[in-house]
């Protein structure tokens, strides 16, 4: 190996050294302060060079080929130059599948929706780019729209209006929503899920107390019902957590309030809970109420609780299909 690839070499590893330590140690605004500059650089880096970058990926083609040919006694100069355009295709498109993955990851996100959870501020089929990039140095603000990953399956990502901010109470009284007591009028919502409950939207540093209505252990046992066997259905399907636990109660700081549906993605909370312990933490996250605007037909906080601000990926900007509805979304 050369000397020049051993520079890289190090180079690369003392830059993610220096990532875990910001990840560890410094706050968020910091380690995503450094990590993309980095990640900037490095896209300027393959745009300066991309003709060096080319030539260079020809000349290990070109060698990788001869190795292969040599290997297998290959002589046939129509297979050789097809073997050639197989890789020069196999690179092509694997570089691009990776700088676009890495550009919807963290600069631009471009998500189709599939519901009508957001009608008439965004429709099923719609396509929309969102800026991946300011909730990572910023926090959402009322009424903007975001992209996030919902708490129950962990992996989907759903698209909803931030209504209700850490620290705030909110209530839907007559289909009015209600925050910190002061009627607002942004658009009508349904109490559907929320009932005449007054919630307390839990932020950083909050107690939180998880607390089972029974003993679920003692209801598994009269029942011969295996506990090892439904904590595993639990978790690998856990949208059944609050079918099978309708009863959960959640209170921030003495007061009852929605649901943080996190936990059941926390084993050791998860086995606390199945043997009708109550479980209390200390939360390390703020959390957000989220919305849709077709309120009849939105599954959002009102069902699924409150939504933690790591979760939160981006926030939608502007639709770009169908071509005849393009425009800011807002």
Do not use: C
């Not at 393959?46 to 060096?52: L, R, T, V």
């Not at 598994?220 to 506990?227: F, N, Q, R």
């Not at 605007?293 to 939160?312: A, L, P, Q």
């Amino acid at each position: 190996m050369s000397t020049k690839n051993w520079t890289y070499i190090i180079i690369f590893i003392i830059i993610i050294t220096i990532l875990i330590l910001l990840k560890l140690f410094a706050t968020k605004t910091i380690f995503y302060g450094v990590f993309y500059f980095f990640l900037t650089l490095f896209f300027i880096y393959i745009f300066a060079k991309e003709k060096d970058l080319a030539k260079k990926f020809d000349v290990r083609r070109d060698k990788f080929v001869k190795k292969i040919t040599e290997k297998y006694d290959i002589k046939n100069e129509k297979k050789i130059k097809h073997l050639k355009k197989t890789l020069y295709y196999i690179e092509t498109i694997g570089t691009a599948l990776i700088l676009v993955v890495i550009i919807q990851r963290f600069y631009i996100g471009n998500f189709k929706i599939p519901t009508g959870s957001m009608i008439p501020t965004i429709e099923v089929g719609d396509r929309v780019f969102a800026d991946m990039v300011s909730y990572k140095f910023t926090t959402p603000k009322r009424n903007s729209i975001i992209v996030f990953e919902e708490p129950i399956q962990n992996k989907v990502l759903y698209t909803k209006r931030a209504m209700g901010l850490p620290g705030e109470r909110i209530k839907i009284e007559d289909d009015i929503l209600y925050i910190n007591g002061e009627k607002t009028d942004f658009r009508r919502y349904s109490n559907l899920g929320i009932g005449d409950m007054e919630w307390r939207i839990p932020q950083k540093g909050d107690k939180l107390e998880i607390i089972p209505a029974g003993n679920y252990n003692e209801a598994y046992k009269s029942a011969s019902i295996d506990i090892a066997k439904v904590q595993e259905e639990l978790k690998n399907n856990s949208v059944s957590i609050y079918e099978f636990m309708p009863n959960l109660k959640f209170v921030v700081n003495g007061e009852e309030t929605g649901p943080i549906l996190d936990f059941i993605h926390d084993k050791n909370i998860l086995d606390k809970l199945l043997v009708g312990e109550t479980v209390e933490v200390i939360l390390k996250d703020n959390y957000y109420l989220a919305l849709g605007d077709n309120t009849d037909n939105s599954f959002d906080s009102r069902y699924w609780g409150f939504v933690k601000e790591s979760r939160i990926r981006g926030r939608a900007l502007v639709r770009f299909w169908p071509l005849n509805r393009i425009g800011i979304v807002k």
